[in-house]
């Protein structure tokens, strides 16, 4: 996501800013390096700044999971993005107020630049024929540039230099303090309570604004509502996640269990279980790399759940997809050569039992090097069995029934075209040749019926009937019913 | 103009508009709107595009402000009475992709009753299940709505509407992109509904179909061109009026309006 290629950029340039930023991460009050050590001192959560790290990242985690799922599926995600950029500003007022971190005063200062923002864009998008990413964009970059203005200058003064501001630019979790955390846990608990309170009303005007109107809900209150709850979420996580990456805490757990689920209270928890792992998990990587700033690391962590429902999604990811179609286009392939042995077989009107290889591969035009290794396919997947001796292919039960079944597919199909849809006799073939793998065997009934049982084709060749499948292969019937389907051996 | 002569004098007015102006963007699209609804009775709404169709209803309900008039539901404002209105919106407004399944969205009909805070309870589930055997739509309660033909999606929100057992129906296309087995499915059941003494106003595109489907059409074009019953309505002077000869010096107006309005702001 964007804000993933971002940390890279931005921590790249801003570290010539401020090299304060870095250097400072790294004379934490940490001072083992022996990775196992610290793993175990994190882990094991005896360490009580530890401990408060762990509370506040799981706090971050469910308040942004809980929103997230509305910011996606209210398309407000660039909003977020603007909202956690233009109070930066603020941030840098609270500060100025009393000259120190002061979590109730960077809160309320950040907050009203928050809400200055939004107003901001609301009065470029109503006054202007601009549209509303121009007025977010805009919006973003400006107050973001008067937001580094301001630091610049408080890092300049003879206090700024050990103040940790610039902790707010790429979040420091460790940098919680009590007060931070009290913060952080009513935001939450109001945000857990509201949106437990009102999901129907979130869900239904974030569905169908217009019906929800109809029915008399107060739509736009309720979307003021989300965006201070938004507002809020931004604010209390900067400390642990920077004002540059705390939106990519709304949008990716929620993006993330969007593609797991189906159901909005599924995306709910879904998205606060990735919001808590993302969180924790970012706060353990900083750790371990001796304090670096935890926002990039909780934004990679939240990647990386994503990453995992992108490719591993059941329904929805790539590799279960691609799976999907390779044994999709597998089975269209083996269908393929099946009709082409029922044909073979039906050119010699059903005399012979099995076809030879050289027959297959003139049928299919390839040559014996392509038409082996399918054979073997074939033999693997139990629809035909070779006899070596002979040098024959022969159909199993189930071989025969998937043959039989797509060449009545095909010629029905080519039969609907001509009959029904008064296609030109030349042009059924290419259509009947996709379609013969995916009729159903209640559509085939439909068929059958709308063309009167008609049993022969347009080119005059018989239709086979799903009685002629059941009976298996007309030779094994007549001449030699013990040995018709040659066993495996 | 045409008087509704024949409203039931006894019953409450289903719906009663009075010299209604809206205007998008200080741009009228309705102009001067006297309209009262007779209760039970299936109505059609046509017009040619941009006739204000869709904003009719949308300001019946308050989603569009008007900028004169006023607009009563069973003699009271719409705010009072948003319960006895059902909504059917075009399927386009919203996004199909949304996380939820057919069962979530008719159990949203039942959210206008149940009003803020309170949960939807076995009961609502109940009436929301029957509405959806209603439009045959049962089996796919389950089903996520991405995974919905035109049709099917189309019988949701009509189950939804159902589900807020209403006594006044405005419906925004609901034959529109759906195919034949739905369309006459939908058409029963506005029958159906006719016959239980509720009033429906349905916006239709289709002028053919139109004669057969309403009891009465109210013929829109930026302006009311006639309401009546549709044996009597509909006749090739008025459609003529309707559909042909654009009222240009209407539209001019109201462009020169914004053009005005622009200018003082």
């Known amino acids: 996501m964007a804000a993933t290629f971002r940390i890279v950029f931005v921590l790249a340039l801003v570290s010539g800013f401020f090299p304060q930023v870095l250097e400072a991460a790294k004379i934490g009050d940490v001072t083992e390096t022996r990775v196992i050590e610290q793993m175990f001192r994190f882990l094991s959560l005896k360490d009580p700044s530890v401990r408060a790290t762990v509370i506040g990242t799981t706090l971050l985690g469910i308040c942004c999971g809980l929103l997230g799922p509305f910011i996606v599926v209210r398309r407000l995600a660039l909003v977020g993005d603007t909202l956690s950029h233009a109070v930066l500003p603020g941030v840098a007022m609270g500060f100025l107020w009393n000259m120190e971190k002061d979590p109730l005063a960077i809160f309320i200062g950040a907050s009203l630049a928050g809400l200055i923002g939004a107003c901001a864009v609301n009065l470029i998008k109503q006054t202007t024929h601009l549209k509303e990413d121009s007025a977010l964009g805009m919006v973003l970059a400006t107050f973001f540039a008067v937001g580094i203005c301001m630091m610049t200058m408080i890092q300049r003064l003879p206090t700024g230099n050990k103040s940790g501001i610039d902790k707010y630019l790429f979040g420091q979790a460790a940098a919680m303090n009590q007060e931070d955390l009290i913060l952080l846990s009513v935001v939450t608990t109001v945000v857990l309570l509201l949106v ?8 239904v005007t974030s569905f169908d604004a217009g019906f929800a109107r109809s029915i008399g809900f107060p739509v736009n209150l309720i979307h003021y509502l989300l965006m201070l709850l938004l507002a809020f979420s931004v604010v209390v996580s900067l400390q642990a996640v920077g004002v540059v990456l705390v939106s990519a805490m709304l ?15 599924r995306m709910l928890i879904l998205s606060v279980l990735f919001g808590v792992v993302a969180g924790v998990g970012g706060a353990f990587l900083s750790f371990l790399s001796n304090n670096l700033p935890t926002g990039p690391f909780m934004v990679l962590s939240a990647t990386a759940v994503f990453l995992a429902a992108f490719f591993f999604s059941p329904r929805r990811g790539l590799i279960p997809r691609w799976w999907r179609q390779r044994s999709q286009t597998q089975r269209i392939c083996r269908e393929n050569i099946l009709k082409a042995i029922y044909h073979i077989l039906e050119a010699g009107e059903f005399e012979e039992e099995g076809v030879t290889f050289s027959e297959l591969s003139i049928r299919r035009n390839e040559d014996l090097l392509e038409v082996r290794p399918q054979i073997l396919d074939l033999e693997k997947a139990d629809f035909v069995t070779v006899s ?18 797509i060449v009545r597919n095909h010629r029905l199909w080519e039969l609907y075209l001509t009959n029904a849809v008064h296609y030109a006799a030349d042009h059924v073939h290419d259509d009947a040749e996709k379609i013969e793998h995916v009729l159903e065997e209640e559509t085939v009934r439909q068929l059958e019926k709308q063309l009167n049982y008609e049993r022969r084709d347009p080119h005059g060749k018989p239709i086979p009937t799903f009685a002629d499948i059941e009976k298996g292969l007309p030779t094994a019937r007549q001449s030699r019913p013990a040995t018709g389907y040659m066993s495996k051996s | 103009m045409m008087d509704s002569s024949k409203n039931d004098s006894g019953e409450e007015c289903p719906l009663e508009i009075h010299d209604l102006t809206v205007a998008y963007h200080k741009k009228p699209v309705l102009w001067g709107i006297d309209l009262k609804i007779p209760s039970g009775n299936l109505i059609g709404i046509i017009g040619p595009n941009g006739s204000g169709k869709s904003t009719l209803i949308k300001t019946v309900m308050g989603m569009v402000p008007s900028s004169s008039g006023w607009v009563k539901i069973f003699g009271k404002s719409f705010r009072k009475n948003a319960c006895r209105i059902g909504y059917v919106p075009q399927r386009e407004s919203v996004d199909w992709d949304f996380p939820v399944n057919v069962l979530d969205v008719v159990l949203m009909g039942r959210y206008g009753r149940l009003g803020l805070l309170r949960r939807p309870k076995r009961d609502d589930r109940e009436v929301a299940m029957q509405c959806l055997d209603k439009v045959k739509m049962l089996p796919f309660a389950d089903r996520q709505i991405a995974n919905l033909s035109g049709g099917q999606q189309q019988r949701v929100f009509l189950a939804r509407a159902l589900a807020q057992e209403s006594d006044l129906y405005l419906m925004d296309e609901p034959f529109s992109g759906v195919d034949a087995a739905t369309e006459s499915a939908i058409i029963e059941l506005l029958h159906e509904l006719k016959d239980q003494g509720k009033t429906l106003l349905v916006v239709h595109h289709d002028l053919p179909t139109a004669k057969n489907y309403f009891d009465m059409l109210l013929l829109l074009n930026m302006r009311l061109v006639a309401f009546g019953p549709t044996e009597e309505v509909f006749n090739y002077d008025l459609l003529q009026k309707t559909y042909g000869g654009r009222l240009t010096i209407l539209s001019e107006v109201a462009d020169e309006v914004r053009r005005h309005a622009e200018a003082d702001s």
């Open chain 1, 388 to 405: 070596k001796s002979e040098n024959r292919i022969y159909f199993t039960p189930d071989g025969w029934q998937t043959a039989c079944s």
């Open chain 1, 251 to 265: 949008i990716t757990p929620a993006a993330a269990a969007y593609l797991l689920t189906d159901r909005m209270h």
């Open chain 1, 196 to 203: 437990f309170l009102f999901y129907k009303e979130f869900l």
